[in-house]
């Protein structure tokens, strides 16, 4: 059984998930990766497996499917 690293629960429901990683500097997407997803504070856990093949993905050749333009905003505290 699964514990949630951020609250503790016990709770959670399989989905597939939208992740953005940072590989070599340049922010990637990787859609629909099989995750358990936490009811209570919604913390996203991989499986060590899904995470190695998504790390093989992005440190390997397999190309994009598509490209997006992303905005971005600087924080003034």
Do not use: W
């Amino acid at each position: 059984m699964s514990v949630c690293y951020n609250c503790g629960s016990k709770d959670f429901q399989e989905r597939n998930v939208n992740e953005t990683f940072e590989v070599k500097g340049k922010l990637v997407m990787v859609e629909n990766i099989p995750a358990k997803v936490c009811d209570r504070c919604g913390e996203v856990i991989f499986s060590s497996e899904i995470a190695e093949k998504v790390r093989l993905m992005l440190q390997g050749n397999t190309q994009p499917i598509k490209a997006i333009q992303v905005d971005v905003f600087a924080y003034k505290g």
